[in-house]
Each structure stands twice: as C-alpha cells, then as structure tokens.
C-alpha cells in the first residue's frame, strides 16, 4: 500500500512535478535549486543544489567559499544546517500525504568531523511508515568529499492533519 501511495502521490505531488519538468533542461538541477532556495531567501546563502529529490529522499550540495567559512577556515556548521533545514523541507514537500502538514519542532546535530574539502552532501531521509500524524526524525546527515561524516542529526517535525474545508 506504502508504495503505491507514494508512486500516485509522486504523480500529483507539486514539488516532485516542479523538479521533474526542470530535469528536462539543461541547468535543470541549478534552476529548480534557485527557484527552491527562494521559498525560503536564507536557503540562498549557501548557495545549494539538488543533486536528488523523491519521496523520502533529498540530496543536496554546496561548495565551501568564503561566505560559508569560520574563523578556522572549514565550513561553518550553521551553513551545514541550514543545507540540512533546506533537504529536510524538500523531502517533506516532496513527501507529505496530501491529509496532512508539516512544521519543524527541533533540530538535534553533532559535529563529527572538521568539514574541510571543496563541497559538502547533506541527505535528508525518512521511511513512507514515518508519515503519521505525531512526531517525525527526520535523519540529516553532512558528508566531506572524502565520504567522511561531518555532522549529524534529526530534525524533528510535528506532523498534523489538515483542518477539514467548512
């Protein structure tokens, strides 16, 4: 049943619709990023690109520059969670039974490692079972060019039904 929830909302489901017309173009990867980014300006900041976006699932990455960076020259963790604040809302646009809606209630993260190298990868993930009303971990996880995990986390999201149209 999850599955083919998740493949009939797939067809329907605006963002997924809005990320497949873009794959048909050249930069369609780099457009659809700069149209995502603006639903929220300071996803802008660090300049991201969605490498994948499907139910469950969304991939990112942005390069270290000087406007990422800390005082110790690697990449600030506030810009790595912003990449993972950015993941988790496309996957949960992405996701979402059209019944219900979503809010962000926390986020949990642990530095794991310097974020040294030319890029870093966020992936945002979760199962089709987690889409119940209640609370939602959403797992985040950062990742070096090296495959080296960076930081860690779950960004908790409180899931509710949509209130019924009088």
Known sequence: MGDL????HQSVNPILSLYQ???????????????????????ANIKPLVTQLQ?????????????????????????ICNGMEMAMGGLAEATIPKHLRWIPKGMQVDYTAKSTGKHIRVV?????EQWQPGDLPVKVTAYRDDGTVVV???????????????
């Open 124 to 128: 945002a993930e979760t199962s089709p």
């Open 152 to 166: 860690q986390g779950h960004i908790l999201l409180y899931v509710s039904e949509k209130p019924t149209k009088a």
């Open 21 to 43: 017309r873009f794959q048909r173009y050249p930069f369609g990867s780099r457009l659809f990023s700069w149209v995502f980014s603006r639903k929220a300006p300071y996803f």
């Open 55 to 79: 139910p469950n699932y969304c991939e990112l990455k942005f390069n270290k520059r000087k406007a990422v960076q800390n005082h110790i020259g690697t990449v600030h963790v506030i810009a």
């Open 5 to 8: 929830f998740m493949s009939d």
